[in-house]
């Protein structure tokens, strides 16, 4: 069973930095898709930033200049790296992993099959 398991949230300024992992286990094909989402309070959860298993990067126009995307397949990490941060990046991080490839975009929650539990990041202005 494919699991993932989030951390590095936390509690900071704005115009600081953060960098959330997502650690992938189990029996994951090497041809996935990651993804981060985000969802604040009394808010819709909305699409990040993703990396596909060619390397392939998309991120949401508001983080754009701001979050890089990388991966390391031999720990099987996503990173998140947020920099410049927002009271409004103020929200739960959740990754998703596509192990059943879609086809669908990578912003698109509905490409993903499997979900963390998600981490709290919370910027203070």
């Known amino acids: 069973q494919v699991r993932l398991e989030e951390s590095g949230g936390g509690s900071t300024q704005a115009g600081e930095s953060l960098r959330l992992s997502c650690e992938v286990s189990?029996?994951?094909?090497?041809?996935?898709?990651v993804g981060w989402f985000r969802q604040g309070v009394e808010k819709e959860r909305e699409f990040v930033a993703a990396?596909?298993?060619?390397?392939?990067?998309t991120f949401a126009d508001d983080v754009q200049g701001r979050f890089t995307i990388s991966k390391d397949n031999g720990r099987k990490t996503v990173f998140l790296q947020m920099n410049s941060l927002k009271p409004e990046d103020t929200a739960v991080y959740i990754c998703?992993?596509?192990?059943?490839?879609?086809?669908?975009?990578?912003?698109?929650?509905?490409?993903?099959?499997?979900w963390g539990l998600g981490t709290q990041v919370t910027i203070s202005s």
């Open positions: 998703a992993c596509e192990t059943i490839i879609t086809g669908r975009p990578p912003t698109m929650a509905s490409a993903y099959d499997i």
């Open positions: 189990g029996p994951v094909p090497s041809a996935h898709n």
């Open positions: 990396i596909s298993w060619t390397g392939i990067k």
